[in-house]
């Protein structure tokens, strides 16, 4: 069954409040399996608000329309479906009394401005307002129905659950549609969007070419990475989910290990959990992150389990009299290396983390801002200078100091994750 959303309120269009009705609302539709195809947002005006649903009545078995329902003269909802239907706005006596009754018990008389929120159109079921003043309303269009829902998302939420979705449920259902959507977003880091579009163009032109089912879409997402939603429909949860899981298995297979994480996993998280499954702590030693690698790892519940300390390293000569790092340019693979070896030494863990370069906005040993070397050492077993070695890798990371600081501490991260992932456990705490 196809259900879309409208979202009336010119604040909208501004800018001056977020759309947040409308994401809820999109989420709640898939989680009842219906097809959300489209969203709108409208301005409070009568002609351009009847407009959008009469579009939205003409390609949807259903509409649900927020906002526009207060009591100020701009919100204009009502009188929009009044017109577009071309039937009358009935005062309901009794809704009218709730309204008043709610003024009386807050101990103040109701303005008349409120009594327009008593304004039916006719035909109209009115769903009841527990929370605010407006009344949500249902009203039927031939074998279709729009439902008006208040702004405020609290009021919002309440009617959705009370009336809305199992109504929505209940049409899907005598139409013989009972379906579910279930969805999951692999994480991904370390390939661009395009070489990750370029992985997967067979697979998503093959999806397209079957109809659609499961679907798979990219988003790219910052520090956060690519991250691609898988979405699958079934007639039941366990048919969708078997969908769904049969082609994360496939996509996964095309990305290999770009793919850190599901849904909202961090990789800070997956850092953690590979640690502790391995049974190895991690030390780090930053330059240019100043940090912000210790800090994201804190963030994870937990880590005192597997994160021993982490060392600032920022001038020179603390790189050199504090970790070991030699003689010579400090941004460069063997510092990095050297930096993390000396973090598992110093902080006694049996991995380590190096990271150093250049965050800008000036050069730095002749190196343009963004040049970032990072690098993992160990597992270092009892006793070992060296443990097995490490890895180190060159970065040219783009944007200001801060993009490329935070840049730099996930792709650290990420490289520890795909060290960690092709090491088996050699040996256990
Ligand atoms: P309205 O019913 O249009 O007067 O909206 C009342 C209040 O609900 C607004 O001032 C907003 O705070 C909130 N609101 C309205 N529409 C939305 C929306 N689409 N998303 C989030 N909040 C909204
Ligand atoms: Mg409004």
């Known amino acids: 069954m196809r259900v879309e959303v409208v979202a009336v309120g010119t604040e909208l269009l501004l ?4 759309n947040t009705n409308a994401a809820w609302l ?3 539709l898939a989680a009842a399996g219906m097809d959300a195809e489209y969203q709108s947002v409208v301005g409070d005006n009568v002609e351009r608000i009847a407009l959008v649903f009469r579009g939205a009545l003409a390609r949807s078995d259903a509409v649900v329309a927020c ?3 207060g009591p100020t003269q701009d919100d204009c909802t009502r009188e929009a479906v009044a017109a577009m239907l071309n039937i009358p706005l009935k005062r309901d006596e009794a809704v009218l009394d709730v309204i008043r009754s709610r003024f009386q018990r807050a101990g103040r008389p109701m303005p008349e401005s409120n009594a327009r929120q008593a304004d039916v159109p006719e ?5 009841p307002q527990t929370m605010g003043t407006a009344p949500g309303l249902c009203i039927p269009v031939g074998e279709k129905a729009l439902y008006l829902l208040p702004g405020p998302p609290a009021e919002l939420h309440d009617m959705w659950e009370r009336a809305v979705a199992p109504e929505l449920r209940q049409r899907a259902a005598a139409r013989g549609e009972t379906a579910s959507i279930s969805s999951r977003v692999l994480r991904t880091w370390g390939l661009s969007e395009s070489a990750l579009a370029e992985r997967l163009a067979d697979r998503f032109r093959a999806l397209e070419e079957a109809g659609g089912n499961p ?9 956060e990475g690519i991250k691609v939603r898988i979405t699958a429909k079934g007639a039941t949860e366990g048919e969708a989910l078997s969908l769904l899981e049969a082609e994360e298995a496939r996509v996964r297979e095309l990305l290999g290990p770009a793919v850190f994480g599901v849904d909202g996993e961090t990789i800070a998280e997956v850092v953690g959990r590979l640690l502790v499954e391995r049974g190895f702590r991690l030390g780090v030693a930053e330059s240019l992150t100043g940090g912000m690698v210790a800090s994201y790892l804190v963030n994870v519940p937990g880590a005192s389990a597997w994160f021993t300390g982490g060392v600032v390293a920022y001038d020179a000569r603390v790189k050199r009299d504090l970790l070991g790092v030699p003689d010579g340019p400090v941004v460069s693979e063997d510092a990095a290396l050297a930096m993390a070896a000396g973090a598992c030494r110093l902080l006694g863990s049996e991995v380590g983390l190096g990271l150093t370069g250049v965050a800008g906005p000036d050069a730095g040993e002749g190196n343009p801002p963004g040049t970032v070397y990072v690098a993992a050492w160990g597992p270092l077993h009892e006793g070992q200078e060296s443990g097995e070695g490490g890895d180190a890798r060159l970065l040219h990371l783009p944007g200001g100091r801060q993009q490329v600081r935070e840049l730099a501490t996930i792709s650290a991260l990420d490289l520890l994750r795909r060290r960690l992932d092709s090491q088996v456990a050699s040996r256990r705490r």
Request: glycine share 24%; hydrophobic share 55%.
């Open 123 to 127: 035909g109209a079921r009115v769903i």
């Open 215 to 223: 679907s798979i879409a990219f988003l790219a997402s910052g520090i």
């Open 15 to 18: 800018g001056q409040i977020l």
């Open 67 to 69: 906002g526009g329902l």
């Open 26 to 28: 999109g989420a709640e």
